[in-house]
């Protein structure tokens, strides 16, 4: 009866924390995820790791949060529990995205589309996403377009989910600032990047 208790803890903290009470909600998880461990009921684990570390970059500990996400990519990799790779990867861009922290690239590089092989497209999409906002960010902006135009590409429904209206915004971003770039006689782009995205 514990373990579910413990769970139904975890949970509820993962409400408060998507309702914006976050100190609560991540007080309750951490305590609910010490419970859980220590009755050994380590399922889906790494996966509440991943909101632990959303929250506590939603609390100001950003540097927090990249610790919790490393953790949790490990324990993922090393329990076989990779269903979670591609979230805990997005979580991990974002959280790298909103702070000054540099990233562990054999992560990042390594596992980013892990959902390609498996019916993960949609977490794949979102750490791609994640990590093309990255480089764009960081001036990157051939990088990340060639990143994920063949991600969206790959979609042959589905246009109008968040994931995929949000890619597709992204990578019409892309365009136009390569396009400039074009226009500007930056020789290393090529006037076929101009080229508007395929799709709905």
């Given at each position: 009866?514990?373990?579910?208790?413990?769970?139904?803890?975890?949970?509820?903290?993962?409400?408060?924390?998507?309702?914006?009470?976050?100190?609560?909600?991540?007080?309750?998880?951490?305590?609910?995820?010490?419970?859980?461990?220590?009755?050994?009921?380590?399922?889906?684990?790494?996966?509440?790791?991943?909101?632990?570390?959303?929250?506590?970059?939603?609390?100001?500990?950003?540097?927090?949060?990249?610790?919790?996400?490393?953790?949790?990519?490990?324990?993922?990799?090393?329990?076989?529990?990779?269903?979670?790779?591609?979230?805990?990867?997005?979580?991990?861009g974002e959280?790298?995205?909103?702070?000054?922290?540099?990233?562990?690239?054999?992560?990042?590089?390594?596992?980013?589309?892990?959902?390609?092989?498996?019916?993960?497209?949609?977490?794949?999409?979102?750490?791609?996403?994640?990590?093309?906002?990255?480089?764009?960010?960081?001036?990157?902006?051939?990088?990340?377009?060639?990143?994920?135009?063949?991600?969206?590409?790959?979609?042959?429904?589905?246009?109008?989910?968040?994931?995929?209206?949000?890619?597709?915004?992204?990578?019409?971003?892309?365009?136009?600032?390569?396009?400039?770039?074009?226009t500007g006689?930056?020789?290393?782009?090529?006037?076929?990047?101009?080229?508007?995205?395929?799709?709905?």
């Amino acid at each position: 009866m514990a373990v579910w208790q413990a769970w139904g803890r975890c949970f509820k903290g993962v409400l408060l924390i998507k309702s914006g009470r976050v100190d609560t909600g991540l007080r309750l998880v951490r305590i609910a995820l010490d419970e859980l461990r220590k009755t050994g009921s380590v399922l889906r684990y790494a996966a509440l790791l991943g909101v632990l570390a959303e929250g506590s970059a939603e609390d100001g500990k950003v540097a927090e949060g990249l610790a919790v996400i490393d953790d949790a990519l490990d324990l993922s990799e090393s329990r076989a529990e990779r269903w979670c790779i591609a979230e805990l990867l997005r979580i991990k861009g974002e959280l790298t995205r909103s702070g000054t922290h540099l990233t562990r690239p054999r992560i990042i590089s390594g596992k980013l589309l892990t959902g390609r092989g498996a019916k993960e497209r949609s977490p794949g999409n979102c750490a791609a996403i994640s990590r093309a906002r990255m480089w764009r960010d960081q001036n990157r902006i051939k990088e990340a377009r060639e990143l994920l135009a063949p991600v969206y590409d790959r979609f042959t429904e589905g246009f109008g989910t968040a994931d995929l209206e949000a890619a597709k915004a992204l990578i019409g971003d892309l365009r136009g600032q390569m396009c400039a770039r074009f226009t500007g006689n930056d020789r290393t782009i090529s006037p076929l990047s101009c080229v508007p995205v395929t799709g709905n």
